[in-house]
């Protein structure tokens, strides 16, 4: 019989922050280039939804980090990946903060655009952690 946290969700949750997030920058950009405001408000509910979906990943990798034994080479980069994350959630919240007017202002976007590069980072780390290392990855036992 198969226990509940086995399977871990944070892998599984993990890809709609970053769907959200990098939707959000590109429609920013599409939104500066063609001034289009429905653009920005396409742009305003990704970033709402990457930052809610956001908290509840770093809450299920938490809980799974808390719960599991890690290699201890994946400890590094368990480091780095969730300061990544944890660094794009804050960026992305203060984004959203900011975006009270249509257009936003230019800082808003500059935020959501560092925001998506740090997603890029963190995911790369986050794919070290389950290619290289198993983290994450469920292995039926013998």
């Known amino acids: 019989m198969r226990s509940p946290h086995l399977h871990p969700l ?10 959200f997030w990098i939707g959000a920058s590109v429609a920013d950009l599409i939104a500066l280039e063609t001034g289009a405001t429905a653009w920005w408000t396409v742009s305003h509910h990704a970033v709402a939804a990457g930052t809610i979906m956001g908290a509840l990943t770093l809450l299920a990798g ?8 890690l290699p201890q080479a994946a400890r590094t980069w368990v480091v780095v990946h969730a300061s990544l994350m944890v660094t794009a959630l804050l960026v992305f919240m203060v984004s959203l903060s900011w975006r009270t007017a249509t257009p936003p202002p230019l800082s808003a976007v500059v935020l959501s655009l560092a925001g998506c590069v740090l997603v890029l980072a963190g995911g790369y780390c986050g794919g070290t952690l389950v290619y290289r290392f198993g983290v994450g990855v469920w292995r039926a036992e013998s």
């Open 10 to 19: 944070h892998p599984v949750l993990a890809h709609f922050p970053v769907a």
């Open 62 to 69: 938490l809980l799974e980090l808390w719960l599991r034994k």
